[in-house]
């Protein structure tokens, strides 16, 4: 199963998981790739229509799909999107991974929600996941841009007490 792309990435009239001959049933990683693949494309709202086509088929919304999902909304800077998937992800009860994190934590520094995303690495927290330098990174640049210095500044801190990377992006965020 793949995703119908033209020659330059960009997909015509959008995304659509085309079934090879002989092939199996597209399955939550096919989807999951595919819905990628249409995010690199530019064509956020056909990786969602993936999304729910997987859906409608009775395919188990997992981590992959969901992660595809939103990241996919972050990618074309559709931030609402992305934080009530994440929202629908928590709720069905499926576990989010580091990648999860980080593309919601770049959701909620996109819409300025400092709040957010701080409290996104308390659920990472929660949930046992390790945050990594992208999700800190993500968060700091939330505070900065909601000018909460002192929140900025504890973060980058956290970071160095828990040994997570410190990049030039920490820094300058």
């Avoid at 997992?62 to 709720?91: C, D, H, P, W």
Wanted: charged share 15%; with cysteine.
């Amino acid at each position: 199963q793949v995703c119908a792309c033209n020659s330059s990435g960009r997909t015509r009239g959008g995304c659509s998981l085309i079934g090879l001959k002989g092939g199996p049933n597209p399955d939550a990683a096919t989807y999951g790739a595919s819905m990628a693949v249409c995010a690199e494309a530019g064509q956020w709202a056909a990786a969602l229509g993936l999304f729910e086509e997987a859906r409608l088929r009775g395919i188990p919304l997992n981590t992959i799909l969901y992660t595809a999902a939103i990241g996919a909304s972050v990618r074309a800077e559709q931030s609402g999107s992305a934080l009530r998937l994440f929202g629908k992800m928590r709720a069905a009860g499926v576990a989010g991974s580091v990648i999860t994190y980080g593309a919601v934590a770049s959701a909620c520094e996109r819409a300025r929600d400092w709040r957010a995303a701080v409290d996104i690495l308390v659920q990472m927290r929660q949930a046992t996941v390790e945050p990594n330098t992208v999700v800190f990174n993500a968060a700091i640049a939330a505070c900065e841009k909601g000018r909460r210095w002192a929140a900025a500044v504890s973060l980058l801190n956290e970071m160095i007490i828990q040994r997570v990377v410190v990049d030039i992006i920490s820094y300058n965020a």
